[in-house]
């Protein structure tokens, strides 16, 4: 507390003083002059660099957007694939030899 009073104090003598006249103007007016043109010059700095930023932010989202749409459709054309089929039955049929020859095959192994 004692901090924001101390804070607002030197505030309000700071304020005094830039009002004081001098030669019929404020020394706010004399220090203004003095300083303008760097202000200026570092104002125009900074809104250039932001601009460029601004700009290359703009061009690096639009490359990773364009870039996370896929170029063509995905799908699957295989008949291997995990769709649904409308044919359950086997391409091909295995004769009942054939089964018990396998069923043993895998009993043994």
């Known amino acids: ?3 924001i009073f101390k804070f607002c104090l030197a505030l309000f003598f700071f304020m005094c003083f830039l009002t004081v006249e001098v030669n019929d103007r404020p020394i706010f007016t004399h220090i203004y002059k003095v300083i303008s043109p760097a202000t200026t010059y570092v104002q125009d700095s900074v809104e250039g660099l932001f601009k460029k930023s601004i700009a290359g932010t703009k061009e690096y ?3 990773l957007f364009d870039n996370s749409v896929p170029k063509m ?3 699957v054309d295989s008949k291997l694939s995990g769709r649904a ?4 039955e086997p391409l091909e049929k295995i004769s009942e030899d054939d089964r018990n020859e396998l069923n043993q095959l895998i009993k043994n192994h």
């Open 73 to 75: 459709k995905d799908s």
């Open 61 to 63: 989202t639009k490359k």
């Open 85 to 88: 089929k409308k044919n359950a």
């Open 1 to 3: 507390m004692i901090t």
